[in-house]
């Protein structure tokens, strides 16, 4: 991604005026207020507390996210959030049950494994086959039907980050069954871990069987090459009782302040309320939910009402069918088209590094001018330390706006340990550091407040009589 310089110029000379006769640096008051009361809030944490240890992990369709929609609906309105709804959302079922990896030959040991999301099971009595190893799919497709068919194919690919390698484990089972292979072990898509393997969501294809799929610890992955590579036999029984039932309501949390000028025009924050069935889902997502929600709830209980609609949004099913993200454009209709802005938190609460920032379709001039303004936000944030505005943003429950043309923000952390704990069990509050997880709620305050407030819209041209240069 192509990087921007702060301006760490007064942010007087970029912002828009908050209103008639109002100094255009009354927003560096503003934001102190709102970074000063984030980092003294215990609030947002006693919500990241609640999802962690009261409800846990929170699967489309289990009864802890129903309990979680429930809960998150009824604090808002407690706490004073305007027009609280649910907005229903039919989302998939997919139930791990009782699963098992057992190296059988050249020795009895358990293997580390977790079923992938929307796998299918296997027999009662297990798969017991063979397996092959290899490092990619080129030495898959190398090795040929011949070699495949009948075996369990396990991957070994290397971490080269996330998007890269996160490949094998949406397509490996697709690619080992289109070879004949009748089941698929995947190396868990992590840097480092110990013996800690990492669900996720798979794909199946049409065109292909669907084989049961499951992730293997980085560990057990290559004790498996190095068997094969010194010519033993590698035997694995695979036993999964995962099966997808039909569909259950579910739904998105909707929450706002009305704006005082422009109320149809709306910047809306939010992160994904569901989660895996592992850990906690504490860096993912129960952290940007409660991060955007306290947000939205700091500038409410300073007074501050901006002149558009600033909305949270906990979105429902984005780990295992983006049915939430859907769900949101078509409750919105046409004031999808008013919406200033999206942001999501999808990236855990270590240390904040910044926001990225898309707008599909946009001409140039339109996400530079955009950019500076953003620039100009995060310059607002320098209690906070540096703030980064990269060109290139958004995230999963935000693409149908985007693809509508409204600014898309992702919020970025540093995620140095990110991918150590990433659908795993050890997802869990702890990993969580408080004091960088008030800076981010700090950060998301401010971004959202001034989106919401400042003259001009955020992908709007300057205009010579004021705006954000």
Known sequence: MQRRDLLRGAPALLLARRGKGAAAGDYEAVAK???????????????????????????????????????????????????????????????????????????PARLA??????????????????????????????????????????????????????????QGAVRAARLGARAALVRSVTPSGLRTPHTGALNYAPDAPR????????????????????????????????????????????????????PDEIVVMGGHIDSWDVGQGAQDDASGCAAAWQAVQLVRSLGLRPRRTLRVCLW???????????????????????????VEMDGGAEKLRGFGLSILGAPAEVVDHALAR?????????????????????????????????????????????????HTEADTLDKIDRREFQENVAALAVLGYVLADMEERLAEETHSTGGMA
């Open 33 to 107: 207020r709102l970074i000063s009361a984030a980092l003294a809030d215990s609030g947002g944490w006693a919500k990241l507390e609640y999802f962690c240890d009261r409800i846990g992990p929170r699967l489309s369709g289990s009864e802890a996210l129903q309990r979680a929609i429930e809960w998150a609906a009824g604090e808002m309105r407690r706490e004073g959030l305007e027009n609280v709804v649910t907005p229903a959302v039919q989302v998939p079922v997919w139930v791990r049950g009782e699963e098992s990896a057992t190296l059988m030959e050249p020795r």
């Open 113 to 170: 494994m977790l079923g992938l999301g929307g796998s299918i099971g296997t027999p009662a009595e297990g798969i017991t086959a063979e397996a092959v190893v290899v490092d990619s799919f080129d030495e898959l497709e190398r090795l040929g039907e011949a070699r495949v068919r009948g075996r369990i194919v396990v991957f070994n690919q290397p971490w080269r980050g996330y998007r890269e390698t996160v490949i094998y484990r949406s």
């Open 211 to 262: 084989i049961p799929a499951a992730a293997i610890s980085i560990e057990d992955a290559l004790m498996l090459r190095r068997l094969q590579d010194a010519g033993a036999r590698v035997v694995i029984r695979l036993r999964m009782e995962a099966r997808t039932l039909d569909d259950a309501p579910s739904a998105n949390v909707i929450g706002e302040i009305a704006g005082r000028e422009r």
């Open 316 to 342: 429902t099913n984005e780990e295992n069918g983006l049915r939430g993200g859907r769900a949101y454009r078509e409750w919105a209709g046409d004031s999808a088209h008013r919406h200033v802005a999206a």
């Open 374 to 422: 953003l620039e100009a936000i995060a310059a607002l944030m320098q209690p906070l330390g540096r703030v980064e505005i990269v060109r290139g943003g958004g995230g999963a429950d935000i693409s149908p706006l985007m693809r509508e043309g409204v600014p898309g923000i992702g919020h970025l952390s540093v995620g140095r340990r990110y991918f150590e704990w990433h």
